[in-house]
């Protein structure tokens, strides 16, 4: 039996914050801060990486009143920035991305009562991440992300006329 000598641990907090300007419209503030480290304990490179990614950056979305369930689309766009901080065993190298995403989807909101709702959003991503530093080309990484999100959302307060959840 062998051991893995690569350790890996991350944490993500992605809130979404959002405003319902008419009944079944809203636009919000997606937020994300991601942690990841790794260890190789091989004995070979013995490194160690920590990266630290924020961003921020708007969406809209649009639901569909059906009754219980709300079928809805949505827009979104992320800026940001991933800092890494990698240590050799001589030595240690900092360095850091931007990042930009653009991307939407469709979903469906599934009422739990008034002020909440059970989320599925399968969306698609376009990922541009650019080094910051000795960069001279401005040489650029472009990923597409196919996506399945499942989540809660807590609503606040009752939007003025017939609205979502309410």
């Known amino acids: 039996m062998s051991s893995n000598p690569l350790k890996t641990t991350s944490f993500n907090l992605l809130p979404k914050v959002g405003y319902f300007v008419t009944p079944n419209f809203a636009l919000g503030l997606d937020l994300s801060l991601s942690l990841y480290g790794s260890?190789?304990?091989?004995?070979?490179?013995?490194?160690?990486?920590?990266?630290?990614?924020?961003?921020?950056?708007p969406f809209i979305r649009y639901y569909i009143p059906t009754g219980k369930i709300f079928p809805f689309c949505e827009l979104g766009s992320s800026l940001g920035t991933i800092i890494n901080d990698t240590?050799?065993?001589n030595k240690t190298v900092e360095t850091s991305q931007s990042l930009l995403s653009i991307g939407g989807g469709v979903g469906a909101a599934i009422l739990l009562g008034n002020h909440a709702s059970f989320d599925v959003l399968l969306d698609y991503h376009s990922l541009t991440v650019k080094d910051k530093q000795d960069n001279i080309d401005n040489y650029r990484t472009v990923m597409g992300t196919l996506g399945l999100k499942v989540g809660f959302t807590i609503f606040f307060g009752r939007p003025k006329g017939k609205a979502v959840a309410l």
Request: proline share 0%; no cysteine.
């Open 87 to 89: 240590k050799y065993i």
């Open 39 to 57: 260890k190789d304990n091989s004995g070979v490179s013995a490194n160690n990486m920590n990266s630290t990614l924020l961003g921020a950056g």
